[in-house]
């Protein structure tokens, strides 16, 4: 990897990042002791405040401050280190494995007395015997002591590398390597039933780190092959599942369902005059429990799926069978998944639409035998203005929603009320002006909803057309921060 120069390591970001990283520290040593009113406090936390100061202003948002195998990223700029730097971010990193925990979130710039109270609680709180959720536990610690815009943050999902400190890059990489294996694991009978977990887990895991980008990429281009359109009615069914607040393993099994009945079409219509698009997903997961290596009950459930989408959901069975079962929470999700897939994707008989579209028409008509709150909660989790979807805003520039900040990480699992509740914040990046200028990337970055620098609101005017437009939208969704290009050597 090519050194850093000399204006990388002057950047503002740069000094102020590690700033932080020495501060934050410095204030953990000095929780373990000193008592709150001490004078120590005094200087560290003058120091914090400045760096998050400059930080907050450069970043025009929250600043999220993660520690993860000798890594610091804050926000989405990682930090060059020197040999003194490097030991601080090892002690740290080390500091707060002993929490459980990877970083610090700081909502906005917080006062010294909430400073102190943080740093104090989380440096002395002590966990319980048998405790099984150690950041549940200091969370409730760090908020009974009235600290309340500053909290602990999970440590991240080991990514082995691939993207670290590139918004997206290893999203596309999680997204293309499932694909790529589900279009091989159909093509080889017998088929294999364990893949489909694995790859379940693994979407779930990305969808852990950027679950909207996630569904901002079933919205670029057109699905014709077997694996994607398996993926993405997976990734649907993940993502609603994590909204509801179900289990890790309840998600997993919903994602599972969805994968193997998309995988279902990987087998030729026998008789294309006889069976419907529909019925021959359900005849050929027969065919796939007859030609894999063992029945299982999960291998049982996702063929239910697939005969439940086929002559369930329609109501309209085949002659041999008696009636349309009543379907299951995985059989109304898959419908849902695919009728918004067929809507936003078009078909020979009505052309796409646009997501804000599609999300309308489902809250207006949900799929036959679907629950309405089901249908909304899947409109609530994709979102009507879904990553990827090109806006133009008040101004007249023209962006795209690359960030809505919600369902992250893993504490939406077992969550009360459903995480899908909860405020959001929905995020554009600007990409070109009304005159058609490029808009600097470190101005680019708007949240829907606050102020616009000229006495008004952000907001999005209408959706438009990204179609002719894919490198735009790629380009904002992947983000290239200067700092990490230089970090990679591509400057």
Not at 148 to 155: A, L
Request: with cysteine; charged share 25%; aromatic share 4%.
């Amino acid at each position: 990897m090519n050194p850093p120069r000399q204006g990388v390591q002057q950047d503002p970001v740069q000094v102020a990042g590690k700033a932080l990283l020495l501060y934050t520290y410095s204030l953990f040593k000095t929780g373990e002791i000193h008592d709150l009113n001490n004078d120590a406090w005094s200087r560290p936390i003058q120091k914090l405040q400045e760096a998050l100061e400059v930080m907050i202003k450069r970043e025009r948002q929250g600043i999220t401050v993660v520690v993860y195998e000798g890594v610091v990223m804050i926000n989405s700029n990682a930090l060059w280190l020197d040999h003194g730097s490097t030991e601080q971010a090892e002690e740290l990193e080390k500091w707060l494995a002993q929490k459980e925990a990877g970083g610090i979130a700081f909502a906005e710039l917080p006062d010294e007395d909430q400073l102190r109270r943080f740093f104090f609680t989380c440096s002395r709180h002590r966990l319980p015997a048998g405790c099984k959720d150690p950041m549940g536990h200091l969370g409730e610690a760090v908020t009974a002591a009235g600290v309340e815009k500053i909290r602990m943050v999970q440590r991240p999902i080991r990514l082995e590398g691939v993207g670290r400190g590139v918004r997206g890059v290893a999203t596309l990489w999680h997204y293309a390597k499932c694909m790529a294996a589900l279009e091989d694991m159909v093509t080889r009978p017998p088929v294999d039933p364990k893949p489909f977990r694995r790859i379940a887990q693994e979407l779930m895991d990305a969808c852990a780190v950027e679950q909207d980008l996630l569904c901002g990429i079933i919205l670029q281009g057109e699905a014709r092959s077997p694996g994607r359109d398996a993926i993405d009615v997976g990734i649907l069914c993940a993502s609603v599942a994590r909204g509801l607040g179900l289990s890790a393993i309840e998600c997993v099994e919903l994602a599972e369902a969805g994968l193997a009945h998309g995988a279902g079409r990987a087998y030729p219509n026998p008789a294309p005059r006889v069976f419907t698009e529909a019925e021959t997903i359900g005849v050929q997961a027969l065919r796939q429990m007859q030609d894999c290596y063992r029945v299982t009950a999960p291998l049982a459930h996702r063929v239910a799926v697939a005969v439940e989408h086929a002559v369930g959901p329609q109501g309209l069975g085949a002659p041999y069978l008696a009636g349309p079962p009543d379907p299951s929470l995985s059989t109304q999700l898959v419908a849902l998944a695919r009728a918004w897939l067929a809507l936003v994707r078009g078909s020979d008989e009505a052309p796409a639409v646009s997501a804000l579209e599609a999300g309308l028409a489902m809250l207006k008509r949900p799929p036959p035998h679907v629950d309405a709150d089901l249908a909304r909660v899947f409109v609530a989790t994709v979102g009507l203005l879904p990553c990827g979807t090109m806006v133009e805003l008040n101004n007249g520039d023209v962006g795209v929603v690359a960030d809505v900040d919600h369902l992250r990480g893993r504490t939406v699992y077992r969550k009360t009320p459903a995480p899908v509740c909860g405020p959001r914040t929905i995020w554009v990046e600007r990409m070109r002006t009304a005159e058609g200028r490029v808009v600097p990337e470190r101005r680019a970055r708007v949240a829907l909803g606050t102020d616009d620098g000229q006495g008004g609101t952000w907001m999005a005017l209408r959706t438009l057309d990204a179609t002719p437009h894919r490198d735009l939208v790629m380009r904002a969704l992947v983000r290239r921060p200067a700092t990490v290009v230089a970090q990679m050597g591509l400057r």
